[in-house]
T-cell receptor, first 113, second 113 residues
Framework: EAQVTQNPRYLITVTGKKLTVTCSQNMNHEYMSWYRQDPGLGLRQIYYSMNVEVTDKGDVPEGYKVSRKEKRNFPLILESPSPNQTSLYFC????????????FGPGTRLLVL | DQQVKQNSPSLSVQEGRISILNCDYTNSMFDYFLWYKKYPAEGPTFLISISSIKDKNEDGRFTVFLNKSAKHLSLHIVPSQPGDSAVYFCAAAGGTSYGKLTFGQGTILTVHP
């Protein structure tokens, strides 16, 4: 089954404790992206990757890092999480840069205390 | 600076009637627009798209209209069904990178039986 998986689905952590949210897709897609969803702000793109070793900033990259060492995985790293990074995070993948073929994962709900 | 805006946080419609969801953008470099639907506890799913070379695109009950001079697009759902109740996001891409996708805040659509 074609899918985008994210782990963990729920996470409670404390300020400053490094964490990684994993994202994996099994569709051999070149494009992957991370978003956060916040009430009243909709979805905002954090980072995207157009292929292995190619990443670029979205609208809200501050406080986040990503890497794309292999095509299927695109982890999101919070080196020093802060409470304003409490949010619902979505990973997505697509065979091309942007468009209707973008598949979203189920989301990761993060609470930073 | 919100480059894509959905000014109506919510919309309530009777089953069988038309639902019209609106979206405005400010960046004249945007030339590709998409609508996504999102149910609670799930990732967004693609609904319909339109490029700036068109002013209308239809897919079954869903039609998207684009008015480039007004920098405005709208999604029409006819007839509306209770299963259409969800959050609808418009998104835009274009300019220097088609990897970057900018979303609106979302509109909660409720279709009453």
């Amino acid at each position: 089954e074609a899918q985008v998986t994210q782990n963990p689905r729920y996470l409670i952590t404390v300020t400053g404790k490094k964490l990684t949210v994993t994202c994996s897709q099994n569709m051999n897609h070149e494009y992957m992206s991370w978003y956060r969803q916040d009430p009243g702000l909709g979805l905002r793109q954090i980072y995207y990757s157009m292929n292995v070793e190619v990443t670029d900033k979205g609208d809200v990259p501050e406080g986040y890092k990503v890497s794309r060492k292999e095509k299927r995985n695109f982890p999101l790293i919070l080196e020093s999480p802060s409470p304003n990074q409490t949010s619902l995070y979505f990973c997505a993948s697509s065979p091309n840069m942007v468009g209707e073929t973008q598949y979203f994962g189920p989301g990761t709900r993060l609470l930073v205390l | 600076d919100q480059q894509v805006k959905q000014n109506s946080p919510s919309l309530s419609v009777q089953e069988g009637r038309i639902s019209i969801l609106n979206c405005d953008y400010t960046n004249s470099m945007f030339d590709y627009f998409l609508w996504y639907k999102k149910y609670p506890a799930e990732g967004p799913t693609f609904l319909i798209s339109i490029s700036s070379i068109k002013d209308k695109n239809e897919d079954g009950r869903f039609t998207v209209f684009l008015n480039k001079s007004a920098k405005h697009l709208s999604l029409h759902i006819v007839p509306s069904q209770p299963g259409d109740s969800a959050v609808y996001f418009c998104a835009a891409a274009g300019g220097t990178s088609y990897g970057k996708l900018t979303f609106g805040q979302g509109t909660i659509l409720t279709v009453h039986p």
